[in-house]
C-alpha cells in the first residue's frame, strides 16, 4: 500500500506562482509512476503531469511552458511547480502513484484557486 499527501495549495492572482508537493509513504520502493491530475467543478479529472521512475518527464501541452514536474526521491515526494497560472477558478490537484502490479494510488487532493 501507498498513501499519498498532497500541500501546497491555496488562493493565487492570475501570474502568480505555486509549488505543490506530495508526500509518499508505504511500500514507496514499488512505486513506478507518479503523476499530478487536477479535477474542476462539473469538469473531468484531467492529467497535468508526469514523473516515471527512469523515465522523461512529460506535462499536458495546456500547462507546457508554464508547469514542471520534478521528484526527490531521496524525501519520497513529487512537486509540481506551477508558474503563470492562468485565471480559471478553483481547481483541485491529485496526485497519482502507480506501482510495479496493479496499484493504483491517489491522495485527498489540494484545492488550486486562480480567481478572474
Known amino acids: 500500500q501507498v498513501q499519498l499527501v498532497e500541500s501546497g495549495g491555496g488562493l493565487v492572482q492570475p501570474g502568480g506562482s505555486l509549488r505543490l508537493s506530495c508526500v509518499a509513504s508505504?511500500?514507496?520502493?514499488?512505486?513506478?509512476?507518479m503523476s499530478w491530475y487536477r479535477q474542476a467543478p462539473g469538469k473531468q479529472r484531467e492529467f497535468v503531469a508526469t514523473?516515471?521512475?527512469?523515465?522523461?518527464?512529460n506535462v499536458a501541452d495546456s500547462v507546457k511552458g508554464r508547469f514542471s514536474i520534478s521528484r526527490d526521491n531521496a524525501k519520497n515526494t513529487m512537486y509540481l511547480q506551477m508558474n503563470n497560472l492562468e485565471s480559471g477558478g478553483p481547481a483541485v490537484y491529485y496526485c497519482?502513484?502507480?506501482?510495479?502490479?496493479?496499484?493504483?494510488?491517489w491522495g485527498q487532493g489540494t484545492q488550486v484557486t486562480v480567481p478572474p
Open positions: 497519482y502513484a502507480a506501482d510495479l502490479t496493479i496499484g493504483r494510488y
Open positions: 508505504g511500500s514507496i520502493f514499488s512505486i513506478q509512476v
Open positions: 514523473a516515471p521512475r527512469g523515465d522523461v518527464s
